[in-house]
């Protein structure tokens, strides 16, 4: 098992970047049959997003479009509870159907303050597709329609997630090694 350091801590492999690209494979085809015909706006939430977002949108078959949000909840390694909307979200996604691509969803807050900005601009429907999904972290009801992973409440960095900046590029996904 392949261990990485990143500042003060020790993480070790959780997901091969072999099991990342065939999940994200399977949710290119799944997306490409839910939104035939309606292209879709996909809103990558950057940072962490931005690599799943890019693997997924060259498995999707179908004609959509693209559009980024920046989202700012985090300090270290834990949700800071206050949400942030870092960059204004594009006009053009009124009247269309939206498609959220998270990295991560954990209590679910961060998503439920961007579907209420989103409201705003009216969309003709509004999905979520998240690499991965801590269960038991979760206190917001938001739906989540197209995962990747289930993952116990552990701190994760790798494929686009990172650790104060350092993890982004490990191509694994990679949990904390807490001992």
Do not use: W
């Amino acid at each position: 098992m392949e261990t990485v350091k990143l500042h003060d801590r020790n993480f070790k492999t959780l997901i091969h970047a072999e099991q990342i690209a065939a999940r994200v494979s399977e949710l290119g085809k799944l997306i490409s049959l839910e939104y035939d015909g309606m292209q879709p706006v996909l809103l990558c939430v950057l940072r962490g997003a931005f690599i799943f977002t890019a693997d997924l949108n060259r498995t999707i078959s179908i004609p959509m479009e693209m559009a980024f949000i920046q989202i700012q909840s985090y300090e270290g390694t834990s949700s800071s509870g206050k949400v942030t909307l870092t960059t204004e979200l594009p006009e053009y996604l009124r009247n269309r159907h939206v498609l959220i691509v998270e990295d991560i969803v954990e209590t679910g807050l961060s998503l439920e303050h961007l579907i209420q900005q989103l409201d705003r601009l009216n969309p003709l429907s509004v999905r979520i597709a998240a690499l991965l999904v801590k269960p038991e972290a979760k206190r917001f009801p938001v739906d989540i329609h197209f995962t990747g992973f289930e993952i116990s409440n552990e701190f994760v960095v790798g494929y686009g997630m990172d650790y104060d900046g350092l993890g982004r590029n490990l191509p694994h996904i990679y949990a904390e090694v807490t001992s």
